[in-house]
């Protein structure tokens, strides 16, 4: 859709340089309509898996057939898991019959149902638009009058703060100073502990189910920080 988008400027920076794979999720989990993944050998073994992955394991469920085994082998697996990471969807596959997702300025609009198919005309009518020098652009911008640069910036950002938190917490559980284990001690830091331990849980699965909610997973840190404060 906007053809002023270049797709480098969804490439990890240089300390995540390990994520071989985004994508993003809609109301059924993994949407794979559209994903970025590097050309590399760790990519080569992940279609590989997702293309044999039936034919070893033919009792699993399969409701969404190699999208189900994408996302069950990204999400779960020890080989793929640490290098896939779920980003916002509307950054490369909004969908179009979702009012808040597609927007002037989006790399592209996504039609995942044949019932839509048909709207695929009215978008290139759209596009046919745009290219006409009377008038301004609607959906072709640069990438700075878009929301990219600053969603991109803080989504890597809130990404670097849930792991440094989590680690923060796992070095002092660590050294023997876990505050769940010491807040238990003392009966008016119990519930305390209880509150922290349920937040420290719930972010250290949102550091890897839901980063593609960059606000959600910063209010996790917020909480989880904030009681960890009162405990100590």
Known sequence: MNQEIPLEIFEPPSDFSHINWLAGKDYNG??????????NQWSLNLLTRVMT???FFPEEDYTFEEQSILARLTENDDEFKDQSIYVPKVWFNAYFYTLHEVKPGLLLSHFPHPDYKWH?????????????????????RPVAETAYPEEIKKFWNVKRRADKAIKGFERNVNRGADPILFGMQHEETKSLAEEFRDHFEELRRSSRARTDEPDTLEWLIDQAEEVSLHIS
């Not at 309509?33 to 590097?38: A, K, P, Q, S, T």
């Not at 695929?120 to 072709?140: A, T």
């Open 120 to 140: 695929i005309y009215e978008w290139l009518k759209v596009l046919e638009s745009d290219r006409d020098p009377q008038f301004k652009p609607v959906y072709n």
């Open 30 to 39: 993994l949407n794979a309509g559209v994903f970025l993944i590097r050309v």
């Open 53 to 55: 992955h039936k034919h």
